[in-house]
């Protein structure tokens, strides 16, 4: 059940190194009051690089799956953004059978959010789920086994009036591939008010421990706050 309280704050956190341009600021919002296991991830942050640990044996670690959220670690946006995190998603301790992820997150409020995340969905390993939850309804589908290398890729969220897209592509690579959250059967509607955007690290099924990074998060439109 989702449990309301007073969003804390962090700082001494950034998501980008301070020669960036237009990036996610140094105070960073950690979503407190949505939590279902948030407690189980545990995240620090080393200049630019976020990691994220998740520790073995709990069957539903920060799960983000009908009205069950995790931790959301975040900034909010009005208005158009687009948003791009380098080389995310497992670090170590990818198993197959578990549902081990990290990835990117636009939410609008309690239950209403999509997400595209890296890692492992079972038995189809390195792969990126999509998922959207409407009004505690999650519907999701993966892009394939193997679509991504080594459980990790750069991942990338925009809104541009009230359409929000997700993409993925290589690490490091050049071209982006739309990631189909419009075939799923159900949207989130974003309008263009505040929403948080952010990321988030979770586990579900047997959940052996495991740890997720990301390198970078660059916001190139949008002012976050």
Not at 126 to 146: C, F, P, R, W
Not at 185 to 201: D, E, K, P, Q, Y
Not at 204 to 210: I, K, N
Request: proline share 2%; with cysteine.
């Amino acid at each position: 059940m989702l449990l309301m309280s007073q969003t804390l704050v962090r700082t001494g956190h950034t998501f980008v190194t301070p020669s960036d341009t237009n990036l996610i600021p140094t105070m960073l919002n950690v979503d407190g009051s949505h939590t279902y296991q948030a407690a189980d991830v545990s995240v620090t942050q080393v200049g630019s690089t976020y990691t994220a640990s998740i520790p073995g044996g709990d069957a539903a670690a920060s799960t983000w799956f009908n009205t069950d959220e995790g931790r959301l670690d975040y900034v909010t946006f009005t208005g158009d953004f687009d948003v791009v995190a380098t080389n995310i998603g497992l670090a170590s301790g990818a198993t197959v059978d578990d549902f081990q992820f990290c990835g990117l997150a636009v939410w609008l409020s309690s239950q209403n959010y999509e997400f595209a995340v890296a890692g492992n969905r079972g038995a189809t390993t390195s792969t990126v789920e999509y998922k959207s939850t409407l009004a505690g309804s999650s519907v999701q589908n993966d892009t394939g086994a193997s679509s991504i290398t080594s459980h990790r890729c750069d991942l990338r969220v925009e809104r541009s009036g009230s359409t929000v897209t997700f993409y993925r592509r290589a690490v490091g690579g050049s071209t982006w591939t739309t990631i189909p959250h419009s075939g799923l059967s159900h949207r989130v509607s974003f309008g263009t008010g505040a929403v948080r955007v952010g990321i988030l690290t979770y586990g579900f099924a047997f959940v052996a421990a495991f740890t997720s990074e990301c390198i970078s998060v660059v916001a190139t439109t949008g002012t976050p706050s």
